[in-house]
């Protein structure tokens, strides 16, 4: 079946370093791909998303690029921000059920000043 | 403002009590969701509505109950709560047909303590 798989967190930086968050996928055919946010006691925003391989979905300096061949969709920042800290869910849309989002467990990143 | 609300925030219950978790979404959407957090496994959705009067099973419904009598609410129902529900729990809406559709809108969550 459907499902997704996050690096292992929490993931602690300085601010200014760069972030990587990996994430891959296992689906039948080509589902759309999703980063969500979630900063302390709030729920999930959307952050960014692709829709077909090879796209590249940005927002608030994150970047994710949907990679086919190797099944990931891999969140990147170059300068991270104290403002930053949350914790990120990679995820995907299955066709099945509502078409309803598959995610991952969720990584927590920290930002130091 | 385009928002979901939930209501309790928080709350603490014994077992065996009922519970109603409410959520009320303002943007006319079709579809609604329930999602429960837990760490380590991220979110698995509990149930679904594509519509009024139409809800589905998601991955882990055991033990919940849904309804979708208004379009704007779905609340969600524990009939004898158990401490494995213990939880924070999410609702979840979005349009359905349209090339805005793939945003989900969650509500702020609601963290269950069941004793």
């Known amino acids: 079946g459907n499902s997704v798989t996050q690096m292992e967190g929490p993931v602690t930086l300085s601010e200014e370093a760069f972030l990587t968050i990996n994430c891959t996928y296992t689906?039948?055919?080509?589902?759309?791909l999703f980063w969500y946010v979630q900063y302390p006691g709030e729920g999930l925003q959307l952050l960014l998303k692709a829709t077909k391989a090879d796209d590249k979905g940005s927002n608030k300096g994150f970047e994710a690029t949907y990679r086919k061949e190797t099944t990931s969709f891999h969140l990147e920042k170059g300068s991270v921000q104290v403002s930053d800290s949350a914790v990120y869910f990679c995820a995907l849309r299955s066709y099945n059920q509502g078409g309803k989002l598959i995610f991952g467990q969720g990584t927590e990143l920290s930002v130091k000043p | 403002e385009a928002q979901v609300t939930q209501n309790p925030r928080y709350l603490i219950t014994v077992t065996g009590k009922k519970l109603t978790v409410t959520c009320s979404q303002n943007?006319?959407?079709?579809?609604m969701s329930w999602y429960r957090q837990d760490p380590g496994l991220g979110l698995r959705q509990i149930y679904y509505s594509m519509n009024v009067e139409v809800t589905d099973k998601g991955d882990v419904p055991e033990g919940y109950k849904v309804s979708r009598k208004e379009k704007r609410n779905f609340p969600l129902i524990l009939e004898s709560p158990s401490p494995n529900q213990t939880s924070l729990y999410f609702c979840a809406s979005r349009e359905i047909g349209t090339a805005t559709n793939e945003k989900l809108f969650f509500g702020s969550g609601t963290q269950l303590s069941v004793l």
């Open positions: 943007m006319n959407h079709e579809y």
């Open positions: 689906a039948t055919g080509y589902p759309s």
